[in-house]
């Protein structure tokens, strides 16, 4: 069974840091592209960033040059590092999979950027 558990939300203020995790079980993280993705109040889900098994990552436009995604294949993790934070990146993060045609998400983690 593939479970996903997001960690590493909180309360930053504008201009903070955070660093979010993404454990998973049941799956080889390695070999599977994984997202992450983000829901605000009142707004859809939207994708913020995303890596390849073999590394290649792709931002969104209202991220890039801010937030990092990385993994770690001995701990089965992938991180998203998030610099540089402001209000608008307030919401719950969630990380996604997709296992043979199966999609996988975690509970998610509220961030909360205020001052």
């Known amino acids: 069974q593939v479970q996903l558990v997001e960690s590493g939300g909180g309360l930053v203020q504008p201009g903070g840091s955070l660093r979010l995790s993404c454990a998973a079980s049941?799956?080889?993280?390695?070999?599977?592209?994984v997202g992450w993705y983000r829901q605000a109040p009142g707004k859809l889900r939207e994708l913020v960033a995303s890596i390849t098994g073999g590394g290649r990552s792709k931002y969104a436009d209202s991220v890039k040059g801010r937030f990092t995604i990385s993994r770690d294949n001995a701990k089965n993790t992938v991180y998203l590092q998030m610099n540089s934070l402001k209000p608008d990146d307030t919401a719950v993060y969630y990380c996604?999979?997709?296992?043979?045609?199966?999609?996988?998400w975690g509970r998610g983690t509220q961030v909360t950027v205020s001052s």
């Open positions: 049941g799956i080889a993280f390695s070999f599977y592209e």
């Open positions: 996604n999979t997709r296992k043979t045609g199966s999609d996988y």
